[in-house]
C-alpha cells in the first residue's frame, strides 16, 4: 500500500504517472532504449523535450515572446542567476521578505547588487504577506522580487503585484501550476520541479525575451540565460529523466482538466484541513488568513510534546512527512497538485482521532 506523503519536497507524485514511467522504463514508445540510456541529441530525446515545453506553454498560456527554459542547480541557483542576468547594468534590486525562501534569495542577491527591502513581515515574524500598498519599491532597482508560496513559514500570495517600471519575478518552486496565473505579468519565474512539477534535478525558468542578453561581466557561461536559450536548454546534457518526468505531470496534469479544474481541487482540500484546525481547541494555524497557503498547511498543537508520537502514530497509518522544517518548528502538511483529496480526507481523520485520544 502506498503512502499519502505529505512532504514538502521531493514531493508526492500521481500513481498515474509513476506507472505510466514504470511502464515505459525499458524501452520507450517502441525505441528499444529507456529514456535513461537516451542521448538528448539522438532521434528521440527531442521529441520528449519538445512536447513537455509545448504542453507546459499550453497549460500555463505562455505568451511568445517568453522563453522557457529547462536548467540545473535548482531554484537555489536561480537566486544567484537572476541577478547576474537581471540586474543589466543598474546596481541595485528589490525584494519582498515573506520567509525562510524569500530570505535566503535575498541573501544571495546582495552579494551581487545593493539589496534593497521593499517590504517585509518580519514584524509579525512571516506570518502575512505585506500589504502591496506598503511596499517602498527603489525606482532604481532592476527587478522587484517576489516568492509566491512561502513553503516553509505557509504563506501565499492571494494576488499578482502590478509593479511599474521594472520587472517582476518570482520564485514560484512551491505553487506554479497550483493556481492559474498570467505570466505576462511577469519579466521572469523560476521554480524547481520536485513539488509541483515532478522530480528533482530540473529547474524551470520562464523568461521574456527582451531582458535577455545583458549579464553581469564574468558570469560564467552556464549561468547566461540567453546562451541556454541559444542552445534549447542543451548547453550541455541536461537532465533527461527529470525533464520526461516533467511532461509525464504536465500530460497527467492537461487530462485533470488544466490548472483551473486542478486550482478548484486545491482550493478546496487547503479549505477542509483548514477548517479541521480551526475548528479544533487543539491544533492552530497562526497565518493571516487572507495569506495562508494552499500548498503547505502549517500548524502546532497545543501539546507539542507530543509532536513525536503524533508524527510516529501518523507514520503507522500512512501519512507520511508532517514534520515541520527545522527552521519553524511544528508540523506541516503538503497539498501539492499530486495530493489526492483522499489523502486530505484521511489526515483529517486521524488529527481528530489523535486529538480525541491525546487531547
Ligand atoms: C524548495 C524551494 C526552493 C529550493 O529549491 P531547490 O530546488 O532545492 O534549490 C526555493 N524556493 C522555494 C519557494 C522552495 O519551495
Request: net charge neutral; aromatic share 8%; charged share 20%.
Amino acid at each position: 500500500m502506498r503512502a499519502y506523503n505529505f512532504n514538502a519536497g521531493p514531493s508526492m507524485l500521481p500513481e498515474e504517472v509513476l506507472r505510466r514511467a514504470r511502464d515505459e522504463l525499458l524501452n520507450w514508445h517502441g525505441s528499444g532504449l529507456s529514456v535513461l540510456e537516451m542521448s538528448h541529441r539522438g532521434r528521440f530525446f527531442p521529441k520528449i523535450a519538445q512536447q513537455a515545453e509545448a504542453d507546459l506553454r499550453e497549460l500555463m498560456a505562455i505568451p511568445a515572446e517568453y522563453r522557457v527554459l529547462f536548467l540545473q542547480g535548482g531554484a537555489t541557483s536561480q537566486f544567484a542567476m537572476v541577478p547576474m542576468n537581471l540586474l543589466r547594468g543598474k546596481r541595485k534590486a528589490s525584494y519582498i521578505l515573506t520567509g525562510e525562501w524569500s530570505k535566503k534569495a535575498a541573501e544571495e542577491a546582495a552579494q551581487f547588487c545593493q539589496l534593497h527591502v521593499a517590504g517585509t513581515s518580519e514584524k509579525d515574524h512571516y506570518t502575512s504577506v505585506p500589504a502591496p500598498e506598503t511596499w517602498q519599491i527603489d525606482p532604481d532597482s532592476a527587478y522587484l522580487h517576489i516568492t509566491t508560496n512561502e513553503t516553509i513559514n505557509g504563506v501565499e500570495y492571494q494576488f499578482t503585484p502590478d509593479v511599474e517600471g521594472m520587472p517582476l519575478v518570482a520564485d514560484m518552486s512551491s505553487n506554479i501550476l497550483s493556481r492559474p496565473i498570467d505570466v505576462s505579468q511577469y519579466g521572469l519565474i523560476y521554480a524547481g520541479a520536485q513539488k509541483n512539477l515532478g522530480i528533482a534535478g530540473i529547474t524551470l525558468v520562464i523568461v521574456r525575451d527582451d531582458l535577455l542578453g545583458r549579464v553581469v561581466p564574468g558570469t560564467p557561461t552556464m549561468y547566461q540565460y540567453h546562451q541556454h536559450v541559444k542552445q534549447h536548454s542543451m548547453l550541455n546534457t541536461p537532465p533527461t529523466f527529470a525533464w520526461y518526468m516533467l511532461g509525464l505531470m504536465c500530460d497527467w496534469l492537461k487530462r485533470q482538466g488544466g490548472i483551473p479544474a486542478v486550482a478548484e481541487r486545491n482550493r478546496h482540500k487547503a479549505e477542509k484541513l483548514y477548517a479541521c484546525l480551526d475548528g479544533s481547541g487543539f491544533y492552530h494555524n497562526g497565518i493571516r488568513k487572507d495569506c495562508r497557503s494552499r500548498m503547505n498547511v502549517v500548524f502546532t498543537m497545543k501539546k507539542p510534546e507530543l509532536e513525536e508520537e503524533f508524527l510516529e502514530t501518523a507514520r503507522t497509518e500512512g501519512l507520511i512527512g508532517l514534520k515541520g522544517h527545522r527552521a519553524v518548528g511544528g508540523l506541516r502538511a503538503s497539498l501539492y497538485n499530486a495530493m489526492p483529496e483522499e489523502g486530505v480526507d484521511a489526515l483529517i481523520t486521524f488529527l481528530r482521532n489523535f486529538e480525541h485520544l491525546r487531547g
